[in-house]
Every structure is written in C-alpha cells, then in structure tokens.
C-alpha cells in the first residue's frame, strides 16, 4: 500500500502548488475570460431526470421544453453522464464545482456524515458548511471541505476573481453561507464574527438571519467596478489554504447586502415571475434553499448578470417534492409527490415558464449563446420508491400518501420509501453501530474497531445475507436487503476516504433502492419496516438510474451536437472544461478532464486522437461508476460476505494491490492531460503506449478477480 500511495498524494499534493504566473488582484482592471466569452452561467438541479421515471409519463426535462431545446438546438446534451459516490446533493454539486473527486474535495459521504471523535464517541455533521468550515471546532477540527495534507480545498471562485471577475453564488452548496449557527464552528461565527452585528442578530432572531445571510453571496474580484469596491458591507474573503495566496479580496454574504448590490439600491431582487424574491414570511431576501425554485433561482441569476456579475453558480430544489411554504416556521413543508402527480406537474410548467422567461431576458440584456457559456446539470439520479400512479379525470396521477404498516397489503399506487431501523432486525450480540441514515448506509461501529474485527465480519454477513418485504417488489415478497458492500479498502477505489481518518466509516452497504435504512429509533409508520409516505426518491447507491445524471453545455466553442447518449462522462469533467473554455486554470490537477467531444473543433481544447483515447482508458479507471469500480465492488460484495476468511483475505489483498497500480496509472494519465490542456505540454507517445498497456492490464485483473471471487 504505502510506496505507491505516497508516491501518488506526492505527485497529487504537487499538483496543488503554484503552477504558471500569478494574477496580482490590483493589476486586473477587468473580466478576464477568454473571447467571446463574457458570461458564465453554471446552474444545478436537485433531483431532475432526463430519463422517464414511468414509461406513461413525460420526464421532468421532457416537461420543461424551453430548457430542454435551449440545450438540443444550441450545444450538446450529454445524457451518459454519472455522478459520484455517496450520490447525495452535496457530493454531486461539489464534485462539479471542483473537479474533484470525494477523497479530495472532503465530501465522502452526504449530505451529512458520522465522525469517530476525537472523545471516542460517533458524532454527526452536516456537509453544507460554508467553505472554510471545520468539521467540528471541539471533535474534529480539520475543515469540513478537507482535500490532501488536511487543508482546506482549493475554492471554485478564485480563478474568476483573480482575472478580476466578480462570482455570484445563488444557493449553491457551500460557496454561500449555509447556516445561522452562532457556536464555535458556526457560519455566522466563521464569517462575520462573534458579537457582531449579523452574528447578533442570528441569536436573536435566525429565521430573519437565513433571509438575511445565508444562500446568496457575491465573491469579489479586485477590479474598480467589483460590487465590493467602495462597499462598506465586504468582509474579507479569506482562504487561508488556497494554493500560490489568496489575500485582499472582499465577498458580500447574504441578501441584506448582496440585494441592493444588484437591485439598483432597492431591498428586493425580483423573480422571473415579476414577484419580490421573500421568504414565506414576506421578507425580502433568501427564501429557504426549498423555496429556490426556477423562477428565484433564475431571477437572482439575471440580476446577478445583468448588473455586473459576469459568473453565476445556481442551485434549484427538486420538482419531485410538493413545496409548502409555512409561515409559522418561516420554511417550507416538502412532501413527495409520484411520477405524474398534480403538485409535481404544476411545479414543472412553472420552471418551464421561468426558463422562458430567463432565456427571454438575457437575450434582452445582450447575454446569449454568443457570448455566454452556460452550463446546465443535475447532482444526482433518483430512484422512485412507490406502485403505479392511478389515473385521474384531469390527466393527472394519484397516490396512497398514507403510512403502509403489513407490506404485503399496500395499496398499488403508494407512494414512500420502506423505513427498516436495522438493529433489532440483528441477531443477539450484535455490536453497537449506528448509521448515516440513506438508501446506502455507511456504518460506524462503536470504538471503531479494524476492518478484520471478528464482529465487524460478522456484521457485515448479518446484513448481507439479510431480506426484508418489499411492496413494490412482487407484493411484498421478501428481497435482499444488499446490492454490495464495501469496506475501507473498497471504499478508497471509490474515493470514499479522504484526509481526515476519523470520516472513514466502517463499512458501506449500498442497499436496495426501495428502502431507507436507520439506526436507532423505530419509524414512525406503524412497524419495522413500514412504509412512510413523506419520502420517496432514494439516491446514494450504485444503481444506474441513480449514478446516471444529465449535462448541458451551450456557448463560444461548444458544437450543437444536440443530445450525445454515447459519449461516458461524470461531473468531475465540467470544472475542466469551464476552465478550458474561459481560458483559466486551477492551482491544481483536477481528477476530470476535458469534455473534448463537445468540441466545436477537432483541434479545441486538446480534442485530438490521443487525448480522447486517454480519457476513455482514464474514466474506465479511475470514475466511481466506471468498469474498475464496478468490478472490484463485486469482488468486495462476495468477500465480505463470504464466511470464509481466508477467501475474504486474499480479496481484500488483491483489491489493495489492484489499487496502488491503478492510483498509479489514473494519476499518470490525469496530470498529462492536464498538462496537455492548460499547460499546452503533450504527453509523449512512448509514455501513453506505457499507461495504456499498464491501465488495461489492471482492468484485466479486476474483471479476472471479480469472477474468480
């Protein structure tokens, strides 16, 4: 393990120096992207498939033609797309924004994850942290967003605000502040400081403190026309961490400032619609990340581009949940709704309205596809727990939204994923453990014994050899509970293990699709296992319509090849890409490449023979959902759940070997294509002919292991 690893972090920690000339902040007098590009436009759906759930209904993207069209007729739609794991909001939209992978970007396991602290005890924390946020000031205080060495990783933003780009974050994961938290560790601590007057005023009031702070900010480049410059209300954007410095840049946190900043003076930012962006309680600014929907998100965008924000990241919530807003807790009521059900319907034709409303402004504004690259994607796919919609007069589906306690008699259009607290449905003696509650449970076992513990085996056996009924699998009929499982070793092939060794779980049990696993309290719905109706798009897991996502690229340099089924890609490609096209880099080599089959050229961004071929032979080795992960996941599955240990022993020997040469190689062949791209230095022919012999034997051996096993 260790010569070949720590040869490998040696090159990767490499790649996170200073590389090529810095941009002093006082020399850039304006936007520095490369022409004619003048705008970025980067927006990330949660939950939204290209894919129909139900064969009778239309898909979400089929339901919001102005988008869909806007991405065939102007660019190419890559719908083999895939995203990363744990396949969770947080993962997918960092690993965009990043480039990275989860064993470099932090985000391993999401939108939460367990922690073995530094007390001994298994503690829990969210993932949507602003930046610079550690895990846990008093039991971990390594940074949340935690890449090699224990530093902080690199932030998406600087490239752009170096070139003297100002960037707007719109509810976007963790470039804004993501919380009122007024502890140590808190965002409002963190960012504004304690006793002031916005840290004070979220322990006074937090609801008004979200409105007023959390999920919109603008991050500054130096020029004289920055939102910043002059603006009393800047803090100082720190990155202590960043590679080659990051000094004198000011950011504006929250609406209370950013508003104004692009609202012409005025308190209120307008959506699409023409309506004040508020909160359910009618206060102007965030209105809750389940409130960003299209026409929020978009009419923030807009302001953003059309006052003098030329870069935008946006998020917009899920269509599959029926939004509620509720002005008691000043936040929305999310239930879920079916395939084809009313309330999903109703909020598909509105996104579809604020797209053509977006698309019909911007073009107003003179930012278009001539001058703009807009990039469009999805954090995840998501699995439909539920039966079959019933037909209703106005075309619409209904289902059972009512707790289902006897899963052999619910009804056939219930709707909710399958609740199952796992301990009591484990034998006598069973350690103690708890759970990152998910689809694809990670588990912690108190005291965090090694991976060959005898009861940690044991365990591992109990759960996989484990079913449970599944309604919505032959009326109940019992299923097994496990798709695969992996451990630590397995878990770092698909960058499960970061720089901080007290996230790395026990193990991980991808499970089946229809069930959402616990640890701890019984559920609510009447027994264990039941049904609960509140739920029902499960993600986290290996399954193909989960990993599979969708990805759009429109703008100078991108060829309208409409939608490309063919072409594999994840959404550690776009960073590369966005940078490539813009004429920027990062400090660092990203675990992506260049999405060369974009390419309005044969000869743009590297788009020759070699590079191609390399990033095919890359992605087979070294992507979550490609041919090396799959195959030693299978091999893993039947060690770990094989009761003879010497089996398990020399499978988990194997993998660990199989895992050195392959981090080898992928890390080879990543640094050249990088190099190729932005350092304009090919790689020579003789070291391709090496890696490309080299990857494929890996590859050989991992699908020789995976049936041997």
């Not at 990039?375 to 439909?384: L, M, R, S, Y």
């Not at 589906?397 to 052999?408: D, E, F, R």
């Not at 097994?480 to 049990?509: C, E, G, K, W, Y």
């Amino acid at each position: 393990m260790k010569r070949t690893l720590v040869a490998t972090a040696i090159v990767a920690a490499a790649s996170f120096a200073a590389v090529g000339a810095r941009i002093s902040p006082a020399a850039t007098a304006t936007c520095g992207l490369k022409a004619p590009i003048k705008h970025v436009i980067y927006l990330q759906f949660d939950n939204t498939h290209y894919r129909r759930d139900r064969p009778n209904v239309p898909s979400d993207l089929e339901q919001m033609p102005h988008l869909l069209d806007f991405m065939k007729s102007n660019g190419t739609l890559f719908t083999n797309d895939h995203t990363v794991l744990i396949s969770h909001t947080a993962n997918g939209i960092l690993s965009s924004l990043t480039g990275l992978y989860p064993d470099r970007n932090g985000m391993t396991v999401g939108n939460s994850y367990g922690f073995f602290g530094n007390d001994g005890a298994t503690h829990f924390s969210s993932s949507f942290k602003y930046w610079t946020d550690p895990v846990d000031a008093t039991f971990d205080p390594k940074p949340n967003m935690v890449t090699l060495g224990g530093k902080n990783t690199p932030a998406p933003w600087v490239p752009f605000t170096r070139a003297g780009c100002d960037v707007g974050g719109v509810g976007t994961a963790n470039i804004e502040l993501e919380n009122t938290a007024t502890n140590a560790s808190g965002d409002m601590t963190k960012v504004f400081g304690t006793g002031s007057p916005e840290w004070n005023e979220a322990v006074a009031n937090p609801q008004l403190a979200q409105t007023d702070f959390v999920g919109i900010a603008i991050h500054c480049g130096n020029a004289s026309s920055s939102k910043c410059a002059g603006n009393a209300t800047a803090k100082d954007d720190l990155l202590p961490d960043e590679p080659g410095g990051y000094s004198g840049f000011k950011a504006l946190f929250g609406t209370k400032y950013v508003d104004p900043a692009i609202a012409g003076g005025k308190p209120c930012v307008n959506s699409t619609a023409g309506k004040p962006i508020a909160d359910p309680l009618g206060n102007c600014g965030f209105p809750g990340f389940d409130g960003m929907f299209a026409e929020n998100t978009l009419g923030y965008v807009a302001a953003m581009q059309e006052n003098g924000v030329p870069v935008t990241y946006g998020y917009l919530s899920d269509i599959h949940d029926c939004h509620v807003p509720n002005t008691t807790s000043d936040a929305f009521v999310s239930t879920a709704q079916g395939p084809g059900e009313s309330c999903a319907k109703q909020q598909l034709a509105a996104y579809d309205a604020a797209f053509d409303h977006f698309f019909t402004d911007l073009k107003a504004h003179g930012i278009d596809r001539s001058n703009t690259l807009f990039v469009i994607t999805v954090d995840e796919g998501d699995h439909f727990a539920g039966g079959t919609g019933t037909p209703q007069p106005d075309g619409t589906l209904a289902y059972a939204h009512t707790s289902c306690s006897t899963l052999t008699a619910c009804p056939g259009n219930q709707i909710g994923e399958v609740n199952a607290n796992l301990p009591p449905l484990l034998p006598a003696g069973t350690p103690s453990f708890t759970v990152h509650s998910d689809d694809a449970p990670t588990v912690y076992v108190a005291g965090n014994p090694p991976r060959t513990d005898a009861a940690v085996r044991k365990l591992e056996r109990d759960l996989g050899g484990m079913t449970l009924p599944d309604p919505y699998v032959g009326g109940g009929a019992p299923s097994p509970i496990t798709v695969a499982l992996a451990d630590s070793v397995q878990m770092q092939i698909l960058h499960m293990v970061n720089a901080d060794p007290a996230r790395t779980p026990t193990f991980t049990l991808f499970g089946n699709p229809d069930i959402f696993f616990t640890a701890g309290s019984n559920p609510t719905c009447g027994g264990n296992p039941c049904v609960a109706p509140g739920f029902a798009w499960n993600h986290g897991d290996v399954q193909e319509e989960i990993g599979n996502t969708w990805a759009g690229v429109v703008g100078p340099g991108i060829a309208a090849h409409g939608v490309d089924a063919k072409t594999w890609t994840d959404h550690t490609n776009l960073r590369p890409t966005i940078m490539a096209l813009t004429g920027l880099k990062d400090d660092y080599v990203t675990d992506g490449r260049v999405l060369y089959e974009a390419s309005s050229s044969r000869t743009a961004l590297g788009a020759n023979a070699t590079n191609k071929a390399l990033a095919v032979l890359y992605e087979k080795l070294n992507a979550p959902f490609q041919q090396f992960a799959n195959d030693t996941l299978a091999a893993s599955t039947k060690a770990l759940q094989s009761a003879d240990e010497a089996r398990y022993t020399s499978t988990e020997t194997a993998l660990t070997g199989l895992a050195k040469r392959r981090d080898y190689v992928a890390g080879k062949i990543k640094t050249a294509l990088w190099r190729a791209t932005f350092l304009n230095k090919p790689p020579k022919a003789s070291l391709v002919r090496n890696w490309v012999t080299a990857g494929n034997k890996v590859l050989a051996e991992a699908a020789a292991l995976r049936k041997g096993a």
